[in-house]
């Protein structure tokens, strides 16, 4: 039963470097997301996709790409790293848009130096 | 743009109080507004979903309401017990589209023994 997994669970990159973020979802989900939490700050939507093939930005898309490729999948890359990208990076999924509530992965916390 | 407040940041109670939690947000035009707890190093889980034309919702101890023309929404838990001891946001949903949640920055509750 393994709902939202993400990969790392830690990473520590030196600045300019890049990485991919990974998610896959077992649920079957249409729609999914990528939000990262600061510190003492509340999360906020960096991308998300309601189907395979379809993205699209957030509130703080900068510095990030996404793909969708596969219903399961929806990977998120950082092509520069920047140190304001020291953050805890959540993806999600529902089922659909509505009164359907996103499952969480456990996050993705990643250091910048 | 639609901004969610969580009130105390912080809280700590001894076991077997009751406790109520407390969200605003700035524009009553929401979908559905939802609760999450969050443990340290975890991700998100969703306690309870009130859509826009309910008034509460209940799960076991946790009772959540909602009061859209005031913008105010309570998340009460009967008879704490240390296990609760977690961070709860708080987040709404503007439309029935697939758009994001804007979450709170959270209440950070703390269940002596």
């Known amino acids: 039963n393994a709902g939202v997994t993400q990969t790392p669970k830690f990473r520590i990159l030196k600045i300019g470097q890049s990485m991919t973020l990974q998610c896959t979802q077992d649920?079957?989900?249409?729609?999914m997301y990528w939000y990262r939490q600061d510190p003492g700050m509340g999360l906020k939507l960096i991308y998300y996709?309601?189907?395979?093939?379809?993205?699209d930005k957030g509130e703080v898309p900068n510095g990030y790409n996404v793909s969708r490729s596969t219903t399961e999948d929806f990977p998120l890359r950082l092509e520069l790293a920047a140190p304001s990208q020291t953050s805890v990076y959540f993806c999600?999924?529902?089922?659909?848009?509505?009164?359907?509530?996103?499952?969480f992965g456990d996050g993705t916390r990643l250091s910048i130096l | 743009k639609q901004e969610v407040t969580q009130i105390p940041a912080a809280l700590s109670v001894p076991e077997g109080e009751n406790l109520v939690l407390n969200c605003s947000f700035t524009d009553s035009a929401i979908y559905n507004l939802q609760w999450f707890r969050q443990d340290p190093g975890k991700g998100l889980t969703s306690l309870l979903l009130i859509q826009s034309s309910q008034r509460e919702q209940t799960s076991g101890r946790l009772n959540a309401s909602l009061d859209k023309s005031s913008g105010r929404s309570t998340l009460y838990i009967a008879a704490s017990q240390p296990g609760d001891s977690a961070t709860y946001l708080c987040a709404v949903k503007a439309n029935q589209a697939g758009t994001a949640l804007i979450f709170g920055k959270g209440t950070t509750l703390s269940v002596s023994s």
């Open positions: 996709s309601v189907g395979a093939g379809i993205t």
């Open positions: 649920m079957n989900h249409n729609y």
């Open positions: 999600a999924s529902s089922p659909g848009g509505g009164n359907q509530p996103q499952h």
